[in-house]
């Protein structure tokens, strides 16, 4: 076909960015399905835990989502992300496994820590629900662009029988080419939105018509200051005596751990406004807004090695 002809096809047979990255992710979406017997979706309620389900219903529809969902609850989640965790779970009609940290701590398998924290204590839940769900697949919405650990990794990341993550062993994947292959008590960790960016997120959801949780969207909230970010007052341990609490318009631009994730000043009450907000941003979301990931300059990689996603 000439350069030409290609240009004169109609727009309903060429595809534009999204779709290319859409057709990618559904693609790796059924080569797990075909690859693996037992695969989960890690699913908290956030936006890429969200496009990732969507991604996966699309990719199997007009049938069911074939997959579990799969979270791990440290107990300082926000509570309006997981009553629409609950509430996507209950529409789908899917089952969801939730391991919870603070069962570890309640029997002493973990410790608080003195930070308040409990992001870093997701892994031993994790390792455990995986192994006790026999998931020998477990997909992540992790994107290279949020951190240079995560910059590292292949869409699918081989993970030993400890569930640690070794760079060295990582394998080619050449005209995407996916090789799914693992010995007894391996497990392999899926990123389908590997290639994707927060503003590629954002705009698939515009085009797609995704509902999100409101926290993402700028509202009233009670907030304090600690480490230059904005930190949602709670029963996790803030704010210190020192520590003024006071209401700002804020929205947030990743959900985790309260303990660990900060708000933004916004006035994004929308989708279009957090996409126009996005695009004169030279932060990632996690080096904006993520506390855990400035323990230390290898401070994901290093709990990436330990079994986290």
């Given at each position: 076909m000439?350069?030409?002809?290609?240009?004169?096809?109609?727009?309903?047979?060429?595809?534009?960015?999204?779709?290319?990255?859409e057709s990618e992710a559904i693609h790796i979406f059924r080569e797990v399905a075909g690859e693996f017997e037992r695969p989960v979706i890690l699913f908290s309620g956030g936006k890429?835990?969200?496009?990732?389900?969507?991604?996966?219903?699309?990719?199997?529809?007009?049938g069911q989502l074939p997959f579990a969902l799969l979270h791990v609850d440290t107990g300082h989640n926000f509570p309006e992300v997981l009553d629409y965790r609950d509430a996507v779970v209950e529409r789908l009609g899917v089952r969801l496994v939730v391991a919870h940290v603070q069962d570890y701590i309640d029997d002493g398998r973990l410790r608080e820590r003195p930070d308040g924290t409990r992001n870093?204590?997701?892994?031993?839940?994790?390792?455990?629900?995986?192994?006790?769900?026999?998931?020998?697949?477990?997909?992540?919405?992790?994107?290279?662009?949020?951190?240079?650990?995560?910059?590292?990794?292949?869409?699918?990341?081989?993970?030993?029988?400890?569930?640690?993550?070794?760079?060295?062993?990582?394998r080619p994947e050449l005209w995407d080419l996916y090789n799914g292959k693992h010995a007894p008590g391996e497990h392999v960790r899926v990123f389908p939105l590997s290639n994707w960016t927060e503003l590629d997120v954002w705009r698939y959801i515009e085009r797609e018509g995704i509902a999100l949780p409101d926290l993402y969207f700028a509202h009233e909230r009670e907030v304090f200051a600690r480490d230059g970010m904005w930190l949602?007052?709670?029963?996790?341990?803030?704010?210190?005596?020192?520590?003024?609490?006071?209401?700002?318009?804020?929205?947030?631009?990743?959900?985790?751990?309260?303990?660990?994730?900060?708000?933004?000043?916004?006035?994004?009450?929308?989708?279009?406004?957090?996409?126009?907000?996005?695009?004169?941003?030279?932060l990632t979301e996690r080096?904006?807004?993520?506390?855990?990931?400035?323990?230390?300059?290898?401070?994901?990689?290093?709990?990436?090695?330990q079994g986290y996603f």
């Open positions: 000439t350069t030409t002809a290609a240009r004169a096809l109609p727009d309903e047979f060429t595809l534009d960015h999204l779709d290319h990255l890429d835990s969200v496009v990732m389900v969507h991604l996966a219903l699309k990719a199997f529809a007009p870093p204590l997701q892994t031993v839940p994790l390792l455990d629900a995986i192994e006790a769900g026999k998931f020998d697949a477990v997909f992540g919405g992790g994107r290279r662009d949020e951190e240079k650990a995560r910059a590292k990794e292949r869409v699918f990341s081989l993970r030993d029988s400890f569930g640690a993550w070794d760079p060295r062993r990582q949602s007052a709670g029963d996790w341990g803030g704010p210190k005596d020192s520590e003024r609490v006071e209401s700002r318009m804020v929205r947030y631009r990743t959900v985790g751990d309260m303990s660990c994730t900060g708000a933004v000043d916004s006035d994004a009450t929308d989708v279009a406004g957090v996409i126009l907000e996005l695009a004169a941003s030279r080096g904006a807004t993520r506390a855990d990931d400035r323990m230390s300059e290898a401070a994901m990689e290093d709990r990436k090695k």
